[in-house]
């Protein structure tokens, strides 16, 4: 097992717990409204590395109905039995390993913050099986750290721009223990080459890391994909 692998598990292992879910992300809401993505009772979402679930809630409000996988078997029990959802919708795995053996096909299909733990040649695999689990016209939404900047000299507070003679690329994520790899936008495109689906829209997520420093800003992408 290769070292990066290893650092994943044990990052995600040491966080397989009962949590209640936090607000939902509402970059996924405004991507998907922006391009025209119809929320009705006939249409189904599956979130892959879907965590505290608050997201899934979020779409079974909008009368979705939601399937999900996660690798921590704890923490998808709990959500299942306090939403009282069917567990024959959930799964468990380790994406880097295996994908679900399932028959179901979906509208949309989603992957938010579970791509920098991936290795790029199982990036391929799990996008060759999203391509068989979308419906024609259907969307695959996720999402990656790009970046990690840190301030290299003081600006004044209401000036807003983000470039390199302002800030640093980090080489390393801020959090050293966290595994996450920072991705490149053209390289993961690469990977959907053998399939059927099709770049359509990309949203940029611009975040302080620290509460008490805002020297340290963290560059997310909210990439979509359709089906063709």
Same mark, same amino acid.
């Given at each position: 097992m290769k070292n ?10 040491k =966080? &397989?717990?009962?949590?209640d879910p ?7 809401f ?5 391009n025209n993505? #119809? ?8 979130d !892959? ?5 608050? /997201?899934l809630l *979020? ?6 109905s939601i399937f999900g996988?996660?690798?921590r078997?704890?923490?998808?029990k709990y959500? !299942? #039995?306090v939403n009282?959802?069917?567990k024959?919708n ?9 994908l ?5 096909k979906f509208n949309l299909?989603?992957m938010?913050d579970?791509?920098?733990?991936i290795e ?5 695999? !799990?996008f060759e ?5 979308? &419906? ?6 996720f999402?990656?750290?790009?970046n990690d900047?840190?301030l290299?000299k003081k600006?004044? /507070?209401?000036n807003?721009? !983000?470039s #390199?003679k302002i800030y =640093? ?5 801020f959090?050293?223990?966290n595994?996450i790899?920072?991705?490149k936008?053209?390289?993961i495109?690469?990977?959907f080459k053998?399939?059927k ?8 997520d611009?975040?302080t ?6 020297s340290k800003?963290r560059?997310?992408r909210?990439?979509?994909? *359709?089906?063709?």
């Amino acid at each position: 097992m290769k070292n990066t692998e290893r650092k994943s598990i044990d990052w995600w292992s040491k =966080k &397989n717990k009962p949590t209640d879910p936090f607000c939902p992300n509402l970059n996924i809401f405004r991507l998907l409204k922006i391009n025209n993505f #119809k929320f009705t009772s006939k249409k189904n979402v599956f979130d !892959i590395g879907f965590g505290n679930g608050e /997201n899934l809630l *979020e779409f079974k409000k909008r009368g979705l109905s939601i399937f999900g996988l996660d690798y921590r078997d704890k923490l998808v029990k709990y959500f !299942i #039995k306090v939403n009282k959802l069917n567990k024959k919708n959930f799964f468990f795995s380790n994406l880097n390993k295996s994908l679900p053996n399932i028959k179901n096909k979906f509208n949309l299909i989603l992957m938010c913050d579970v791509l920098s733990y991936i290795e790029y040649k199982n990036q391929k695999n !799990i996008f060759e099986w999203v391509d068989k689990h979308l &419906n024609k016209n259907g969307l695959f939404l996720f999402s990656y750290t790009q970046n990690d900047l840190v301030l290299k000299k003081k600006i004044p /507070n209401d000036n807003w721009e !983000i470039s #390199k003679k302002i800030y =640093k690329i980090k080489k390393i994520n801020f959090d050293k223990k966290n595994p996450i790899k920072f991705l490149k936008f053209k390289k993961i495109l690469s990977c959907f080459k053998e399939t059927k689906l099709n770049f359509l829209s990309s949203h940029f997520d611009i975040s302080t890391y620290s509460k008490k420093n805002s020297s340290k800003i963290r560059i997310g992408r909210f990439v979509l994909m *359709e089906k063709k």
